[in-house]
């Protein structure tokens, strides 16, 4: 057990893409946690999208030993954390689990959104700050403008904070120092009663259910009897080790520490993040604060292309439910895609790399229902009910108000582009709330409707601004909106799984947007199509598939009109009688791309 003095718990925030990962990477480097030859980039993004897309999904943890100049040896306990807005309850639960934070901003492009957000965060859970100023050696850095901008808009003293490189190596030792001199120990007592947060889990197909954990007071140690506070399962400890990052088993983890353990849970279900584990026999007697609960604000339903594939389907959502906690899903049938489920995500990214995972990892081939918001429903009956699927929704008759998530945004932007991000949040019903500027970047704060952000804002946004435009939010309350359901009848039958809520002002423009686009991917037949978007029973837009018609008059030569007319009406009567009866099947890939439906 190390001496409290000499423990560091902290963790690595910023902002996507300013380098935190790397940092991890110079830092196992440097305290040799890694042979040279073991090293490779992102170390501590060990799936192949993370890799992939350059980006942290999971936060990951590592044990590093550190000499220091007054020659004592630390233990350095390092998060590294997601900086995606999506993945902001990754972040939180670092966070409770540590004391301090390294603070990574980009010389060359300063503070941004999600810096701003992360930050916030780490001093709401009371935590010492470290800026740490990445990518010094790039020609586009300006370290000094960069700080200044670190004390106006966040307002933490930036005058001592460390330049570095982490891709070249450059201040890593300083960053180090800054680390054992800067932030505090942790505080707790071994003869205390058990406490430990469990900070993650997931499902190792060898040792069962692997559980992350940080440990306050008292000794965990292995063979001990533990109890999960929240529902007074007891297990017994199998297992107790550090990552160094490979696993390395130890027999006890003491106050300040951060390690894993294995108890036989066939579940992660069991093992609820922000649990507080303590003695079986000489309990605690009040759990940790935990932290936000992961809360799903975007649902939409996954289907097999393939019908025959649903087994695959349910089965392979399973095995990812064990990796992770934080989407839900749950059974659901559409007359037009068959059997499927209904999920709940953490934002539009978290929905792509599940479906990503799915596809890749499970081999399945899926279609995906437009993306849809929770809305809460208040009946004239007095009750409550979430609408979480649009085709859903009850009678109208029966609602008394319908009440929509708004989110606050804060966009960070450079002045040129100030005017186009202005108005598109004005077109998605935007608040304004404030905007100031640090230097030449204007920081837009903004109220908006999920609903309206959930189907292409992040694109727009980015495309707008040419990409300079940072983005984060976070959901604030439900307010009560003039909302309506859109449905889309073909040959007079409703297709559920294109059905939508949306505001009564953008019904209209949505409704002829998406009949415009299924006009072109649903194929001609032998009758004509009529295809519409209504409310209720209004029609608000029509498109009609013209008919394919055969030549029946090929054989006339000449002769009576009334013998051609005779033929013509033959022909009509047939397939009037055709339409009553005939089956319009809506390809797969029709339903994808009406799905994609962008305001372009």
Known sequence: MTELARIRNFSIIAHID?????????LIERCGALTAREMTEQVLDSMDIEKERGITIKAQTVRLNYKAKDGEVYTLNLMDTPGHVDFGYEVSRSLAACEGSLLVVDASQGV?????????????A?????????????????????RQQIEDVIGLDASDAVPISAKAGIGIDEVLEAIVTRLPP??????????????????????GVVILVRVFDGTLSKGQKIKMMSNGAVQTVERVGVFQPKK??????????????????????????????TDERRGAESPLPGFKPSVPVVFCGLFPSDASEFETLRD??????????SFQYEMETSAALGLGFRCGFLGLLHLEIIQERLEREFNLDLITTAPSVVYRIHMTDGTMEELHNPADMPDTTKIARIEEPWIKATIFVPDTYLGSILKLCEEKRGIQVELTYAGTRAMVVYRLPLNEVVFDFYDRLKSVSRGYASFD???????????????????????????MVVHRSRADMRGRQLCERLKDLIPRQMFQIAIQAAIGGRVIARETVKALRKDVLAKCYGGDASRKRKLLDKQKAGKKRMRSVGNVDIPQEAFIAALKMGDE
């Open 112 to 124: 941004e959104a999600q810096t701003l957000a992360n930050v916030y965060q780490a001093i709401d």
């Open 18 to 26: 300013h380098g935190k990962s790397t940092l991890a990477d110079r």
């Open 473 to 499: 939010y976070a959901v604030e309350d439900y307010e009560e909106g003039d909302l309506v359901r859109m449905s889309i009848l073909v040959n007079q039958d409703p297709v559920d799984a294109l059905a």
């Open 126 to 146: 009371g935590h010492e700050i470290v800026p740490v100023l990445n990518k010094i050696d790039l020609p586009a850095a300006e370290p000094d403008r960069v």
């Open 316 to 325: 392979s959502l399973a095995k990812l439910r064990l990796n992770d906690a």
């Open 248 to 277: 390395v088993p130890v027999d006890s983890l003491g106050p300040g520490e951060m390690g894993f353990i294995t108890a036989a849970i066939k579940e992660v279900a069991q093992t609820k993040v922000g649990d507080t584990l």
């Open 186 to 207: 942790p505080k707790g007592d071994p003869k205390d009663p058990l406490r430990a947060l469990l900070v993650d889990s997931w499902y190792d197909s060898y040792l």
